[in-house]
């Protein structure tokens, strides 16, 4: 599964997911940015260590310091080589799109096969995770895969890199929208307290209450009464009270107790409030440094605003920039998903979003036709003629194209076939090494990441 916004490895779910409880009758200490005070970021002495050096890395720190390295170079040679086997496959922008998805299928679900045979990786809890969640990372996978694939044909590979950053305000903005703290740890306490004295519920979750006093709080509403937070419920319990609330109430079922005319529980959760969540949730800091990407992409931009050339047309620019925007939903829709399982094992959820990601870009056919300038009844002849110009070097364009290195752009025609490389100025490498160097240094980069 390709990966070139970040690493490859919303819907009824989502709401019930956001819902998460976080802890009642509690500040508000939750910044995506913030620091525990357990956390230990102080340098320990001032002193040389004993060896006389004045740096020493230990063990896990040099591997660290490798694993950094060889990322930035790898994933240097990833951004490179996306851009070459671009230029060698430049009218099969489809096939690429689908093919680079589709190699990872048999990859990833060999290593699944092995874990569940041979290993105990792979848990029970992890082969139960809802197949559906899974389908929803692969559509908007499969999304910002055509997106780039298809939109980064026309911009140049220095201008891919500087768009690729705006992949972090977006995720920002997304992070903001959707993460906001709605509800509190306790109200599962409650609910299960409640549970077991047979009560009733209208609502468990009704995030319907806002507190002005710096607290996720739920309150309990029992006929007229309320309680608030799960410590009074259980402060409650222990008296005996809680049963004859519940009782006087009608909330319970019970022999002779309660009915059809009986209230029922009502669970009240707040919501953090926004001005709150904004201003906590990521560091000022953090914030200016988004407003600093969007003023760079601007200015990067504007050349093609302006017509003076060099970032590429304006419009493929937007298209390619529209990447970040399925790639940042699945990175917070893959934060809420996976708080019901935390371990997952990489491999198995690549292997599951990898095999959505190809069907799911099969439905995107008629998209990829519109952008690409196919029409759809030529789309199956398309993806043939792109595995023959990827494994055989075979060019079926040849006639009425161009051979200038900025072809398909302007008033120009349509690229030449370079397939075999014979077309120096559209691709001096042929399809077939050039998808071969994206697909190494994709895969090393992804296992780099993981690693």
């Given amino acids: 599964m390709s990966s070139e916004l970040a690493p490859r490895k919303f819907s009824d779910e989502i709401d019930a997911d956001v819902d998460t409880p976080l802890l009642s009758s509690r500040p508000y200490r939750d910044s995506a940015s913030g620091s525990g005070a357990d956390d230990d970021l102080s340098i320990p002495s001032n002193h040389p260590p004993k060896s006389g050096k004045l740096f020493a890395l230990t063990g896990e720190q040099g591997r660290m310091m490798f694993l950094l390295l060889a990322v930035i170079l790898i994933g240097t040679a990833n951004r490179v080589t996306f851009k070459i086997m671009q230029y060698a496959n430049m009218n099969y922008s489809y096939f690429v799109s689908q093919f680079t998805t589709l190699i990872y299928i048999p990859v990833n679900f060999a290593v699944i096969w092995f874990k569940l045979r041979f290993t105990n990786q792979i848990t029970q809890e992890q082969r139960e995770f809802p197949k559906r969640r899974f389908a929803v990372m692969g559509f908007l996978d499969s999304m910002q895969g055509l997106l780039i694939v298809v939109g980064g044909l026309y911009v140049p590979g220095m201008m891919q890199n500087l768009l690729l950053q705006g ?98 529980v009502v669970l009240h959760c707040s919501a953090k409030p926004w001005s709150e969540h904004i201003k906590t949730f990521y560091q000022p800091a953090q914030y200016v440094g988004a407003a600093v990407i969007i003023g760079g992409l601007l200015v990067s931009v504007w050349p093609s605003v302006t017509g003076a050339g060099g970032a590429g047309p304006i419009l493929w620019d937007m298209v390619f920039f529209l990447a970040t925007v399925p790639t940042a939903i699945s990175a917070v829709y893959k934060e809420i998903a996976f708080r019901s399982c935390q371990d997952m094992d990489v491999w198995y959820l690549n292997g599951w979003v990898s095999l959505f990601q190809f069907l799911i870009g099969l439905l995107y056919a008629p998209l990829a036709a519109t952008m690409t300038g196919v029409s759809l009844s030529d789309i199956p002849s398309n993806l043939s003629q792109g595995f023959q110009c990827f494994l ?47 697909m190494v240094a994709n895969i090393l980069y992804n296992i780099l990441l993981v690693s």
């Fill in 392 to 438: 055989l070097g075979t060019n079926f364009i040849t006639k009425h194209c161009s051979p200038d290195a900025n072809c398909g752009t302007g008033s120009l025609p349509v690229c030449c076939d370079s397939c075999d490389g014979s077309v120096s100025s559209v691709s001096s490498i042929s399809a077939f090494w050039g998808m071969v160097m994206y």
């Fill in 167 to 264: 992949v972090v305000p977006v995720t920002m903005l997304f992070s903001v929208a959707l993460l906001r703290p709605k509800t509190c740890n306790d109200d599962n306490l409650a609910i299960e307290l409640l549970e077991k004295k047979g009560a009733r519920f209208r609502t468990k979750h009704e995030t319907a209450k806002h507190w002005d006093d710096g607290f996720l709080v739920c309150v309990i509403k029992i006929g007229r009464r309320e309680i608030k937070g799960f410590t009074d419920l259980q402060r409650y319990d222990h008296d005996g009270r809680l049963d004859t609330m519940l009782a006087d109430a009608g909330a319970i079922d019970a022999p002779g107790i309660g009915g059809a005319h009986g209230d029922e």
